[in-house]
C-alpha cells in the first residue's frame, strides 16, 4: 500500500510539473528571427511616415512639410517603441514637373516584460554551450536610431502624382540587450547576455504613388503607395556571454543581415485651410498587414501626421 501511495505521490507531482512547464510562455520563434524582424518592423514604421510631396507644384515657390510620427511595434517579447520627426520641401521645376528634398530622424526604445524563447549559437563558430535550448529572457533594452535624407522626381499627371527617388540613411542599433538563463538542456540554469548591434548604412532607391481626391473646399483624401529597397543589406552582430567567454560577431562568427524591401500604403485625410493631414490608412494598414512581411511581430502601429504651414495662408 506505501508503494502505491508513493507511486501516486510521484505520478502526481511528475504531471504537475509536466503542466507547469506547458503552461510557461514559450515565443514561436528564436530570439535571434525575433530580434531582427523587431529593428526591421521599427525601420518600416519610418518608411511608412517619410514626408510626401505637396499636391500643388509652383515654379519657384517652395512648399514645405513637417512630419510627425508614432510607432510601436512588438515581436513576441521584444517591444519597441519611439517617434520621428520628418521635414519636406517641394519646388517645381516646370508644367507638372518639380523635386523634394526630404529628411527624416527616429529613435525607439527596446523594452519588453521578456519571456521564454530558443537561444541558438548557429551564428557562432563555436559556443561552449549546450544549445540551442529554450532560455528565459529578461529586461529588453536598446536603442534603434534611423535617420536619412533624400531628394526625388516628381511627376503631377492630372490629379496623380509618380515620386522616384533616392535616400541615404543610416540605422544604428545601440546596446539591444538582453540577460537570459538557459531552462533547458545539459547547461541548464547557466546565466549571460545575449545582444545585437548593428551601423548600417543604405542606399535606398524609393518609388511612390498617390492621387488627390478633393471631398469639399476643405477636405481632400489621397490614396498612396511607396516602396523602399534598402541596398546593401546592413550587417547585424550579435554577443554571447557566459561563464568564463564573451564571444560576438564577426570576430567569432558569421553577421547576419538587417534591412528589407518594404511597400508602404496609405490614405491620408487633409484639412485644406488648417493644412494638417493624417495618413488613416496608413495606420490600419500597418497594423493589420506588418505580421506578414516580419514573421514573429504580433503587433504593430504607426500614427503620421503631416503639417503644410503654406496651406493656411492661401
Known sequence: MRSRRALLATATALLAASAGRAAEPQAEHDIHFLSEHA???????HYASLPWPDAHLEH?????SVDLSMASTRAELIDLDGSMIGLGATKAT?????????GFYGEMDVSGTGGRSVLAGYYL?????????????????GTLRHF???????RTLGSSQLIAGLLVERADVLGFEMDYRLVEGADAGTTGLYGQSSAATFLTPLVGWQQIRT?????????????TFPLPPGDFD?????????????????TGAIGDSFVALGLALAHVPSGLEIDLGGALLFAATEHLSHPGVDRAFVVHVTWRPHTAAQ
Open 238 to 254: 550579435y554577443r554571447l556571454t557566459g561563464p568564463d567567454f564573451d564571444l560576438g560577431t564577426p570576430q567569432d562568427g558569421t
Open 60 to 64: 519657384g515657390t517652395w512648399r514645405q
Open 94 to 102: 516646370g508644367p507638372g514637373r518639380g523635386y523634394e528634398l526630404l
Open 125 to 141: 563558430n563555436s559556443a561552449p554551450l549546450d544549445l540551442p535550448n529554450a532560455a528565459d529572457f529578461t529586461a529588453p533594452r
Open 39 to 45: 529593428v526591421e518592423s521599427g525601420m518600416d514604421a
Open 215 to 227: 471631398i469639399s473646399s476643405r477636405w481632400t483624401w489621397s490614396p498612396r503607395a511607396l516602396v
Open 148 to 154: 536619412g535624407v533624400g531628394a526625388a522626381y516628381v
